[in-house]
């Protein structure tokens, strides 16, 4: 259907989206993020592109695919797009889709072999979040779990620097800290926590069983209380001055040492 100025419903709800407004669904932008979200399962709500996109081989091969399971869809002019565009530049293409975050049992039901899992806990960064989840899927990670309180990893941003994998790894969203530590117990998941008063070298730890890293607020980690709740709190050597890693080096640090013993 064609969208103009004076019939812009569509167009609203994906604003709506866009700032996280409307639960359940989540905006996806960009030709790229389109391909992965076109490969995935996710329940396709609507594909937006611009006229001069659909004159691309590529973007026209991607906009078939989500045409085809689309409820809607609209070719609309580059102004109009840039209208409920994310980004300075627009990029040519919107999908809304719906929100891939799972429960517990949906979480649990989808862990296979050894879990090696990565909980974020108050992160506000968005893009710390996506970079996240892209190591975690790079190192082999079975899924991530995410705090009340820890920026949406559905976000816009956080959809960006994930760069697709949020689409693939298993996510399970806005848990309660406390209960996700006696989840982990209940399932017979270790848990480890990075921290500057670790009595243990990251490299010393055994990482060859079930195991959940716990990853703090990028401003001040853990609290003492949080931690004591841990199985194991750990540390990363540092030299120099430097006190404290970026939280998303960190995980990627940990992660891949995981990876290792594996």
């Known amino acids: ?65 989500l045409e085809a399971v689309a409820h809607k869809s609209a070719v ?40 090696l899992m990565i909980i974020l806990h108050h992160l506000n960064n968005p893009v710390n979040v996506g970079a996240i989840i ?45 209960q996700v530590i006696d989840w982990c117990r209940e399932h017979q998941v270790h848990t480890v926590c990075a921290d500057v008063r670790g009595h243990i070298d990251y490299t010393d730890a055994d990482w060859s069983r079930p195991t959940a890293i716990i990853m703090g607020a990028e401003s001040d980690g853990l609290s003492a209380e949080e931690i004591a709740l841990t199985d194991q709190a750990i540390r990363i050597p540092m030299k120099g001055s430097t006190e404290s890693l970026n939280v998303a080096v960190a995980a990627g640090i940990l992660l891949y040492e995981a990876s290792r013993h594996r």
């Open 1 to 65: 259907m064609k969208i103009t100025s004076r019939d812009n419903s569509l167009l609203r709800h994906a604003r709506a989206v866009r700032d996280g407004k409307v639960a359940e669904s989540i905006y996806v932008e960009g030709l790229r993020l389109c391909e992965e979200v076109a490969r995935s399962s996710l329940r396709i709500e609507a594909v937006i592109y611009s006229e001069q996109l659909a004159k691309k081989d590529r973007a026209a091969k991607v906009i078939r695919q």
């Open 76 to 115: 609309i002019s580059e102004k109009l797009l840039a209208s409920i565009s994310y980004t300075t530049t627009p990029q040519g293409i919107v999908a809304i889709a719906q929100e891939p975050a799972l429960n517990s049992e949906q979480f649990r039901a989808r862990q296979a072999g050894i879990p």
């Open 134 to 178: 892209r190591t975690a899927e790079a190192a082999g990670a079975s899924g991530v779990i995410t705090t009340a309180g820890t920026a949406n990893p559905f976000a816009p941003k956080a959809l960006r620097g994930a760069m697709g994998a949020a689409f693939r790894l298993p996510i399970w969203t806005s848990a309660d800290y406390a």
